[in-house]
């Protein structure tokens, strides 16, 4: 039988110890969110929390307790300057000579918990070179070329760990057993070309023209310009879609739509745009917003919203080509 690598031991071999630790923590806060969405019902954590987080969402209890666990967690760890959720308002600095920054979503998807499907944490780390000083919202505001580490956790019929450091991708699943991150791919590739979609076409009337082209030729399958038919897949969950994609192929996208005035579409940069693109160019794919590389794009305020087309290299740049045909020289207001 061939030796299983742990968590543990990919870490000491594949990053310094500073981002060893930070992931060591993030995984030891996922297995006690994974362990209460398994009791579901009987943890008495299905609902609604009763508040509101800084995006206007209602916050589900499970939302508001993985909130709690991370937070708690990584601003106890001394590498840790300063962490940014989803879900506060602003971001809390933790430890002055740290030296990560972490932002995350604690549950993506979450309007999937009630229903006992696929959701998961997502998280991106930023270097902090203010040793010494209280780390502030402005240290976060880094483009996420900058990123040196982000993957997520997906809490779906197996529980599993994908991450980067910078050097391709790596994927853990969770060993019920042991307790313990089991490495099961350590290069995970995404195919150039696909023929599978993913996106919330209720949304269409919104979108910009180029992106209703798009997925108007994408609809007219082997009659249409692409000459062959394409199959759709949406979870609702980022995690679960972008999960999808790395192990079977496919484009993903929640594109700029003027929907709610003001918001460029649903998701957030820093939690969910960044570490997502990281992790899929590292695995081969490529991620836009439409116009410019997703990973070029420096934030203006830590709870920014941005379209997000991602996945197979060919398919992403298709849709760019579209934009740039268009005359679209910005996706419309980030804010
Ligand atoms: P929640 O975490 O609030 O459920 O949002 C999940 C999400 O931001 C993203 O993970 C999905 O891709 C997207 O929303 C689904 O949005 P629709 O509700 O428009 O399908």
Known sequence: MVAQTTL?????NHTTPELASTITTLATASVAISQLLNKG???GIHGEAGNQNVQGEAQKKLDVISNDLLLNALTHNPNCAGVASEE????????????????FDPLDGSSNIDINMTVGTIFSILPYHNQGQKATEADFLQKGANQIGAGYFIYGTSTMLTVTFGAGVAMFSFDPISQTYILINDDVRISS???????NASNRRYWLPPMQQYIEELVQGDTGVRAKDYNTRWVAAMIADVHRILMRGGIFMYPFDTKITGKAGKLRLM?????????IEQAGGASTDGVERILDITPTHIHQRIPVVLGAKNEVAYVKDLHKTAGILANGDRA
Do not use: H, R
Not at 8 to 12: A, S, V
Not at 271 to 279: G, K, L, Q, W
């Open 8 to 12: 543990t031991q990919y870490l000491k």
């Open 41 to 43: 019902a009987l943890a």
């Open 88 to 103: 506060l308002d602003e971001i809390n600095p933790a430890n002055d000579n740290g030296t990560l920054l972490v932002a």
């Open 193 to 199: 070309d696909t023929a599978e979609y993913a996106i």
């Open 271 to 279: 939690y969910e745009a960044n570490p997502m693109s990281f992790v």
